[in-house]
């Protein structure tokens, strides 16, 4: 089980820490990734963080805004997103996986909503 939270409404060049948090699972096994689904969009991939804390980038409209990091005996992920934009409004999921790069999820969270707005 995945259980997002952390979001919430901030305004532009504000910052947020999301949180991931896993349980029945063997965490330091799975990558995590963080997706995002804006209104009328697509989902996208974001950001991926392995067990062993590799780290693989999907999205480059977040490079240099967005961090994410793992504290394994807290089976938790955390996605810092600072600078946050308009269009970093979306709902934001976490998904895990074997490894980063797949889309075929074993487990997915219900996701937590970032709105971005003045």
């Known amino acids: 089980d995945l259980v997002e939270s952390g979001g919430g409404l901030v305004q532009p060049g504000g910052s947020l820490r999301l949180a991931c948090v896993a349980s029945?699972?063997?965490?330091?096994?799975?990558?995590i990734t963080w997706f995002r689904q804006a209104p009328g969009k697509e989902r996208e991939s974001v950001l991926c963080?392995?067990?062993?804390?590799?780290?693989?980038h999907y999205t480059d409209s977040v490079k240099g805004r967005f961090v994410i990091s793992r504290d394994n005996p807290k089976n938790t992920v955390y996605l810092q997103m600072d600078s946050l934009r308009p269009e970093d409004t979306a709902v934001y999921y976490c998904?895990?996986?074997?490894?980063?790069?797949?889309?075929?999820?074993?487990?997915w969270g219900k996701g937590t909503p970032v709105t971005v707005s003045s």
């Open positions: 029945g699972v063997d965490f330091t096994f799975y990558a």
């Open positions: 998904a895990a996986a074997p490894f980063c790069g797949t889309s075929a999820m074993d487990y």
């Open positions: 963080i392995t067990g062993q804390h590799s780290v693989t």
